[in-house]
T-cell receptor, first 116, second 112 residues
């Protein structure tokens, strides 16, 4: 069974600085998707960025980028120029690419605080 | 374009009772998944519905059941509620096997 581990329960960053959130996963599959979701106090899960395992190039979305290390099964999220609105819970998630395996497997999350 | 709508937003039930939670998917989406998020934890997959049938199920007891209607909306039913069922229940919709999930804001269920 696949597992997702986020080893940082809480992180803090100064506004305008850069922070990296860590995520490791375990799988025997070769094709899969990885995601970072943001969950603010409004509770809605918002997709931040996604990565297809077959793509070697790291995904980037504006201030958000990932460092995808397939061999090491590592998928970290870098937030540049942190803003107050980035404060939230961040969840790393895995999804198999094959067949009807449509469920997301989440880590326990990292609470990010942004200091003004 | 409406996103995923869940109702109610909050609910308090007594142990042993039954509860029904509702989800309307994003326009154009035909697949609905349900997740349980306990306090301080990541969401856990309950089940997924497609074409009115349960396509996939997570490790949850039979007390958890669901339904999908012809208009793609869905219900999650939980029977014989336990204190441990207290959680945020999230609904996510997608189009077919596309991995672009859209989540709702969830229903906060408290069992007393």
């Amino acid at each position: 069974a696949q597992t997702v581990t986020q080893s940082q329960p809480e992180m803090s960053v100064q506004e305008a600085e850069t922070v990296t959130l860590s995520c490791t996963y375990d799988t025997s599959e070769s094709d899969y998707y990885l995601f970072w979701y943001k969950q603010p106090p409004s509770r809605q899960m918002i997709l931040v960025i996604r990565q297809e395992a077959y793509k070697q190039q790291n995904a980037t979305e504006n201030r958000f980028s990932v460092n995808f290390q397939k061999a090491a099964k590592s998928f970290s999220l870098k937030i540049s120029d942190s803003q107050l609105g980035d404060a939230a819970m961040y969840f790393c998630a895995y999804r198999s690419a094959g067949g009807s395996q449509g469920n997301l497997i989440f880590g326990k999350g990292t609470k990010l605080s942004v200091k003004p | 374009d409406a996103g995923v709508t869940q109702s109610p937003t909050h609910l308090i039930k007594t142990r042993g009772q039954q509860v029904t939670l509702r989800c309307s998917p994003k326009s154009g989406h035909d697949t609905v998944s349900w997740y349980q998020q306990a306090l301080g934890q990541g969401p856990q997959f309950i089940f997924q519905y497609y074409e009115e049938e349960e396509r996939q199920r997570g490790n949850f007891p039979d007390r958890f059941s669901g339904h999908q209607f012809p208009n793609y909306s869905s219900e999650l039913n939980v029977n014989a509620l336990l204190l441990g069922d207290s959680a945020l229940y999230l609904c996510a919709s997608s189009f077919g096997t596309d991995y672009g999930y859209t989540f709702g804001s969830g229903t906060r269920l408290t069992v007393v």
